[in-house]
């Protein structure tokens, strides 16, 4: 069983492809405006996570190196060589793992508040978030995940109710969500062997971020191209979409 993907794949578009991978609770679809941004220059893909929207029945979900394995598995499967990776939150973990298990494959890395970069983290939240399954609990956590100036469109609500009211969906992400932490703490990532790789690598952090602290952003200073957003929380994709696309660009710009 695959992931389920949402592609723009124009036939005259020649350019490295470039996959979007959402964070925890997240869904391959929110991607869709980047994906029509930069499909004049590439090819795009989005994946709905392995536990996420469509593919809620992919097996052992849960564990990011399972997600990132599922993600190698579906760029073989559509013939995709080597892509340029955007990743939020969890997504920024998976496709960190990605350029370790399969480095070939990664043509630079746009991480987004990416997990895994230091161990502390909002656990509670990302619970609270993980159960939120009627549309007043979601109304309820979601400005959690933004920046104070940042107002969240009622499609949005939607889109997550929708998500949420598939049979096992919560769940499901309960389960994972459970799996993240076993003290309160998250794992950390082998920083030293992704920052060794001669890959560009872009990060983006929201100042007012409530999940993941900015500090670990500025602790890449000078290893990574860092960019620390003002009045932007968890969301830079949302928040900042000027801001992430013109980097999203840029690298495609390096091939």
């Known amino acids: 069983m695959?992931?389920?993907?949402?592609?723009?794949?124009?036939?005259?578009?020649?350019?490295?492809?470039?996959?979007?991978?959402?964070?925890f609770g997240g869904l391959?679809?929110?991607?869709?405006?980047?994906?029509?941004?930069?499909s004049y220059k590439a090819p795009t893909y989005a994946f709905d996570l392995p536990g996420h929207g469509k593919s809620l029945d992919y097996p052992e979900a849960g564990p990011p190196i399972i997600a990132a394995r599922a993600v190698?598995?579906?760029?073989?499967?559509?013939g995709i060589e080597q892509a340029h990776f955007v990743g939020h939150s969890m997504g920024g973990a998976i496709a960190s793992?990605?350029?370790?298990?399969?480095?070939?494959?990664?043509?630079?890395l746009t991480l987004l508040a990416?997990?895994?970069?230091?161990?502390?983290?909002?656990?509670?939240?990302?619970?609270?978030?993980?159960?939120?399954?009627?549309?007043?609990?979601?109304?309820a956590v979601m400005p959690n995940f933004f920046g104070p100036d940042y107002e969240i469109p009622e499609k949005v609500f939607d889109f997550q109710?929708?998500?949420?009211?598939?049979?096992?969906?919560v769940k499901l992400l309960i389960t994972i969500g459970e799996g993240l932490s076993n003290d309160g703490t998250q794992g950390v990532l082998p920083l030293d062997d992704i920052m060794s790789q001669s890959l560009p690598i872009s990060v983006v952090w929201g100042e007012e971020d409530s999940v993941?602290?900015?500090?670990?952003g500025h602790a890449l200073?000078?290893?990574?191209?860092?960019?620390?957003?003002?009045?932007?929380?968890?969301?830079?994709?949302?928040?900042?979409v000027e801001a992430v696309r013109s980097l999203i660009l840029e690298q495609i710009k390096k091939d």
């Open 2 to 23: 695959g992931l389920f993907t949402y592609a723009i794949d124009n036939s005259d578009r020649i350019g490295t492809p470039v996959l979007f991978l959402h964070g």
């Open 28 to 38: 391959g679809a929110q991607w869709r405006g980047y994906q029509m941004a930069v």
């Open 72 to 78: 190698v598995q579906e760029m073989e499967e559509l």
């Open 97 to 108: 793992l990605i350029s370790l298990i399969a480095k070939n494959k990664v043509a630079s």
């Open 114 to 139: 990416p997990g895994g970069y230091g161990r502390e983290f909002n656990h509670p939240l990302l619970m609270k978030w993980a159960a939120a399954k009627t549309r007043d609990e979601l109304q």
């Open 161 to 169: 109710f929708e998500a949420r009211s598939r049979p096992g969906a």
């Open 212 to 216: 993941l602290p900015v500090s670990q």
């Open 221 to 240: 200073k000078d290893k990574v191209d860092l960019h620390i957003l003002k009045r932007v929380g968890h969301s830079p994709a949302e928040e900042a």
